[in-house]
């Protein structure tokens, strides 16, 4: 499952729990592409991993072709997460993005806000930076 929160903080939260499906993602595009059409500049955005266990394939494809898609729509993504298999999914990412991004542990989430909000006027990422927040 994919839900969207709008942060009072200007960026958008994405909760993501269980195994993704297709379906998931038919319902959160559209979402998030009208979020995207709607905000000047780019997107800032936090993705907390809740129970993730994974794509099955058709819902793989979907997100590889979104992420390709918007790769230079998001100036910072903070992924949020507990193991290190997510971390290291983070950092497989990077290709995908021309945007920051940063794994952070989830006992470290007011972090991941605090470098999602700050520096709205901060130079442009190198594209595919990532980098795990310490």
């Known amino acids: 499952m994919i839900a969207i929160e709008h ?4 960026f958008l939260v994405c909760r993501v729990s269980g195994k993704l499906t297709r379906p998931d993602y038919d319902a959160m595009i ?3 592409e ?14 907390v991993l809740e129970d993730f ?6 819902a793989l494809w979907e997100d590889i072709k979104f992420d390709i898609r918007h790769r230079n729509d998001f100036a910072r993504i903070a992924v949020v ?18 945007a920051q991004m940063r794994f952070y542990d ?25 980098e795990r927040a310490d």
Do not use: C, H, Y
């Open 7 to 10: 942060d009072r903080d200007d």
């Open 30 to 32: 559209p979402e998030l």
């Open 34 to 47: 009208n979020a995207l059409q709607l905000r000047p500049g780019e997107l800032r955005m936090m993705i």
């Open 53 to 58: 266990r994974g794509w099955n394939l058709e």
């Open 81 to 98: 997460g507990r193991s290190r298999v997510e971390e290291w999914g983070t950092r497989l990412s990077k290709p995908l993005f021309g």
């Open 106 to 130: 989830m006992a470290d989430r007011d972090m991941a806000r605090a470098w999602l909000s700050e520096g709205k006027s901060d130079e442009p990422a190198q594209p595919g930076e990532t």
